[in-house]
């Protein structure tokens, strides 16, 4: 990751953007693997406001990556279940450590709390 990439706690304001990045990584994962029905479906699922409630919950925590002033990625943590619930990056950020560094800030996260995911 460049020094253009940060890591911090999602805000309100992220919430259709995290949509965004969550939608096309599930997307590009699933794609050979489901066809359209059950991916449509899926995708019905997914609400911008599911992330609100997240940031809004004590006992979670929901990061993202945003590199050169957009959102490329985040992760979600359910510290009362002691799991991570999500972590995606935007496929076309693929293969370039963000992934990574997003697991690094989920580690640091979880470690605050007594929790180890890795």
């Given at each position: 990751m460049s020094l253009l990439?940060?890591?911090r706690p999602a805000t309100v304001q992220d919430c259709q953007a995290i949509h965004n990045a969550h939608?096309?990584?599930a997307q590009f994962a699933c794609i050979r693997s489901y066809?359209?029905?059950v991916l449509q479906a899926w995708e019905a699922l997914l609400d911008t406001e599911s992330y609100r409630h997240t940031i809004d919950d004590p006992?979670?925590?929901l990061w993202v990556v945003e590199y050169k002033g957009a959102i490329r990625g985040f992760f979600q943590v359910d510290f009362k279940e002691a799991?991570?619930?999500a972590l995606y990056v935007h496929p076309i950020f693929h293969n370039q450590g963000f992934g990574y560094g997003i697991a690094e800030?989920?580690?640091r996260v979880g470690a605050s709390c007594r929790?180890?995911?890795f």
């Open positions: 990439t940060i890591l939608l096309h990584a066809d359209e029905n006992d979670k925590a799991q991570l619930d800030a989920c580690r929790i180890e995911f």
